[in-house]
């Protein structure tokens, strides 16, 4: 592991002496389009050789030449852009998402008071007032909820690079300037207020912006479960002998640790001293603990199950293998870029043209068809060009993606399938190969006892009965599972006395005044015992994946238990149902090539990966990735996290680790491997919805557009006023959502 890890280092940072990479948070951004403003910007600069700008995690990172450029160039370039850069802190993402909230709320709240002023009958003496009460609660709305929009759009068009909030902006500060000039009798007796169009049109934008937020700050949730693993405390070995208790982050190479049993191991080291089994699952995802020793490497975090252990500290801080994982998490988030909405994709485009369709429809009217009847030319052309800002108001646009993703968001959770990432949606759809880790998600993640072979001399309850009277005692998983066995056919035995567990060898101990030994076959040989007779029946189940354990009783062999980490029972349905779909099922794990071959076989999985370490698991996604697959991960270990946080989707099982459903995009709460279907055919349909949704928002625009220029109205007379415009970008919205909620409709 030790050698994986190192050359992944290396390979990481094969940089020249000239460069250097910078990692900071930015303050300022309001939507993907920002990130990619500046991300487009920073690659301009002389001297920046690289640049990744992540959204949802509001951050950067910069790769650039130190004799070109700096650290302080680059946050001032930052700034002129109009964002903020500062030094990386994770921040608690909560308070933003209470911001947000607020303003939804106020939003809301604003036009619900509208639609009330608008609707209930009133005395002529107070009506006359409405259309200021209108004003007001309009103006507080534009100039509180609605203000993130025109900062986000003065940033956009200040750096030629126009978003969907410049319509936005241009939506309301239409609807609201007209209804200004309305109230005031700027377009004589027959001038209408609109005010509700603009207060509306925030609310529904800003329930997209409230639901953005609330998946910002993940992968800093993630980062804070795995440093929280590391121990917090050290025993020190002193030169004089004597153990003093520090702090782990104050240990330095060549320091020699003591761990006893059921400790945090604090640091990565080398064993000089003492034999224990160590979990390394946070490491290897395996439930099987190791054998350390006298020269044996060991990994800080991983946990001491059994005996003492005297280690020297060979890597501290940002060398350890930890730290390295925690690297590999925040690399691969910020790696992975947000996903481009087909709506902001287009907005380049769309927002120059409806400007310029405002602009023309406004000059054709005012000088060309200037002498329309019962029109003063001005007010009609101004009203027109209005009409058609508003009506292209992307409402429906915005709604588009988010409606559906957060109906079929409480669809998945309904179904016990927790989706993290808004866009995880979208991209579970679009999957050619999901990747699934063994332990915990492909099998149980415990053993259970499949086979007992025992010698002739022997019934098959005594040798459950003799292996549990001697398991009793331990922890060791495999010890356990007997045990389990054991209580599952209702046996009792007796206690065992002189019990003694040796590391990496198994139990030795006295029944009934009769030696008894449970353990590997090296257990049973360094005390002059074979097990010829049940050679071949044992070498079958070898190749079948299983873990022995060898019982003899007082100097004869007697038997032996097969064990193996039991597959779940969906796991061969779910692997034939993503055939089904042409998405390739693959395995990997940690476990040996003959174990992985087993488990594989079994549940009809063709491609595996055997002896996989965590870094590695990150580079098989990456390989799938490179060669222009769309990949989903499935996992529920710590090691497993860089490997989810590099895929596109990462799928958690929710009975694994707090780190692997942090860093997971989706969660199965159920731990329930069928969810992992059941998610990519909820995500198809919510694509499904969302491309509908989309078609629809600018087949309102595509009839629309023409309607509000005016184009039918010396033919046929019709025309839309501003405040139908409104009605229509309203009635659009209304489409896209109720289409949305037709996602409950149909079961799972």
């Not at 060791?476 to 046996?491: W, Y």
């Not at 415009?725 to 289409?739: I, W």
Request: proline share 3%; aromatic share 8%; glycine share 8%.
């Amino acid at each position: 592991m030790r050698i994986a890890i190192r050359t992944y280092i290396i390979r990481q940072n094969i940089v020249t002496m000239s460069e250097q990479t910078i990692k900071f948070d930015i303050t300022g951004m309001h939507c993907v389009n920002c990130a990619m403003t500046i991300e487009r910007r920073l690659k301009d600069l002389q001297g920046i050789k690289s640049v990744r700008i992540n959204f949802p995690r509001a951050a950067g990172i910069v790769t650039y030449d130190t004799d070109v450029t700096n650290q302080s160039q680059i946050t001032r370039y930052v700034k002129e852009i109009g964002y903020t850069a500062k030094e990386r802190v994770r921040l608690d993402q909560t308070s933003q998402a209470s911001i947000q909230m607020g303003w939804l709320i106020l939003s809301i709240l604003a036009s619900v008071a509208m639609m009330a002023l608008m609707y209930t009958p009133m005395p002529d003496s107070v009506h006359i007032y409405m259309p200021y009460v209108m004003m007001g609660i309009a103006t507080i709305t534009v100039l509180g909820p609605g203000m993130d929009f025109f900062v986000s759009a003065y940033k956009s068009i200040k750096n030629l690079f126009a978003n969907m909030d410049v319509l936005v902006s241009m939506g309301v500060l239409s609807a609201y300037s007209y209804s200004i000039f309305a109230v005031f009798g700027s377009f004589g007796t027959s001038g209408h207020a609109f005010f509700e169009t603009a207060v509306m049109l925030i609310a529904f934008i800003r329930i997209g912006k409230y639901l953005e937020e609330r998946v910002k700050g993940r992968a800093s949730h993630a980062l804070q479960k795995l440093v929280k693993l590391q121990a917090d405390k050290a025993r020190l070995l002193t030169p004089e002998g004597n153990e003093s208790e520090v702090n782990a982050s104050s240990l330095q190479v060549g320091d020699v640790v003591v761990v006893r049993a059921g400790e945090i191991i604090p640091v990565d080291g080398e064993v000089i001293e003492g034999a224990s089994s160590v979990d390394e699952s946070m490491v290897t995802g395996e439930s099987m603990p190791v054998v350390k020793q006298k020269g044996d490497s060991v990994v800080g975090a991983t946990i001491n199950k059994t005996g003492l252990l005297k280690v020297k500290t060979t890597k501290v801080g940002e060398e350890t293998v930890l730290s390295q994982i925690i690297t590999m998490v925040e690399d691969a988030q910020m790696d992975k870029a947000p996903i481009q909405r087909f709506a902001d994709r287009v907005s380049n485009i769309f927002v120059p043209i409806v400007v310029g369709l405002s602009i023309v429809t406004f000059l054709c009217w005012y000088f060309v068809f200037y002498d329309t009847p019962g029109q003063q030319p001005f007010v009609w052309a101004l009203k027109t060009a209005i009409a058609v800002l508003v009506i292209a108001c992307p409402c429906a646009m915005g709604l588009a993606t988010p409606t559906a993703i957060m109906v079929g968001s409480g669809v998945g959770l309904d179904h016990a399938i927790l989706i993290k990432r808004a866009s995880a949606l979208e991209e579970v759809a679009r999957l050619n190969v999901m990747v699934f880790d063994k332990t915990g998600t492909i099998t149980e993640g415990h053993f259970t006892v499949t086979d007992v072979v025992p010698s002739n001399t022997i019934a098959e309850s005594e040798l459950i009965t003799l292996a549990a009277a001697g398991c009793a005692f331990s922890n060791h998983p495999l010890a356990q599972s007997v045990v389990d066995e054991a209580r599952k056919r209702k046996l009792t035995w007796d206690t065992v006395q002189n019990f003694q567990e040796k590391a990496g060898s198994g139990i030795v101990c006295r029944y009934k005044e009769k030696e008894l030994l449970i353990g590997n076959e090296g257990l049973l040989s360094s005390h002059g015992v074979t097990i010829d007779k049940l050679k071949d029946k044992v070498e079958e189940l070898a190749s079948h994946g299983r873990s022995f354990m060898f019982v003899a009783y007082g100097g004869a062999g007697v038997g032996v238990l097969a064990l193996m980490d039991k597959i779940k029972q969906t796991a061969r349905g779910v692997v034939m149902q993503l055939q089904q779909m042409n998405i390739r099922a693959i395995m990997m794990t940690g476990d040996s090539e003959q174990v992985a071959k087993a488990v594989a076989s079994e549940v009809g999985i063709k491609e595996y990966r055997a002896k996989v370490l965590p870094a590695e698991k990150m580079e098989v996604i990456k390989d799938f990735q490179e060669k222009g697959l769309k990949v989903g991960m499935v996992g529920d270990g710590i090691n497993d996290a860089p490997a989810l946080a590099q895929a596109d989707v990462g799928v958690a099982i929710g009975a694994g680790t707090d780190v692997a459903k942090e860093t997971g995009d989706i969660v199965l709460i159920r731990n329930d491997m069928m969810d992992v279907v059941r998610a990519i055919q909820l995500g198809k349909r919510t694509l499904s919805k969302i491309r509908q949704n989309l078609f629809w928002a600018f087949f309102y625009n595509v009839i629309g557009i023409p309607i509000a220029a005016g184009v039918m109205y010396p033919l046929f007379g019709i025309s839309l006023k501003p405040e139908y415009a409104g009605l229509a970008m309203a009635f659009s919205s209304v489409s896209v959502v109720t289409n949305s909620l037709l996602l409950k409709v149909r079961r799972m």
